[in-house]
């Protein structure tokens, strides 16, 4: 086999592995594009605890109220931050782009179908953009 002749066999085999990896290929997921953006959308949400206030002007939108609840002694136990992400995920809902905590508490007594549970209380607020 001459050197004209490699050549041209490794063009080939070069253009068939290329032909082959632009191939139309498919990704399929059993994600559902609604339910990240659910997942996300606390995240544009920006907490304030107690002793901090958002500068500048906001609307208060409304109160939310956040929960975890540990369906039994055997499920990971509640924390005030599963809380707390709820109420955003929920201050989202109504439009807000703030979250100014009120309350939180940890209830460790088993009652209303959960063996313990978390609850946080906000003002869901909207700030104005700084243009």
């Known amino acids: 086999m001459t050197l004209r002749n490699l050549t041209a066999a490794a063009g080939v085999a070069a253009l068939l592995a290329l ?3 632009s191939s139309d290929y498919r990704f399929s997921s059993n994600l559902d ?3 990240i953006n ?3 959308k606390a995240g544009d949400v ?3 605890e107690a002793n901090q206030q958002p500068s500048g002007r906001y609307e208060i939108l409304g109160l939310v109220e956040g929960e975890a609840c540990q ?4 499920d990971v136990p509640v924390s005030l931050a599963d809380a707390r992400t709820d109420a955003r995920r929920k201050a989202a ?3 807000a782009n703030g979250l100014i905590i009120k309350n939180c508490t940890l209830i460790t007594e088993p009652g209303g179908g959960c063996h313990s549970r978390s609850l946080c209380v906000g003002q869901a607020i909207r700030q104005a953009s700084a243009d």
């Open 38 to 40: 659910d997942y996300f």
């Open 46 to 48: 920006v907490l304030f």
């Open 71 to 74: 369906a039994s002694p055997h």
């Open 93 to 95: 809902d109504k439009g």
């Open 33 to 35: 594009r609604e339910a």
């Open 19 to 21: 032909a082959g990896c």
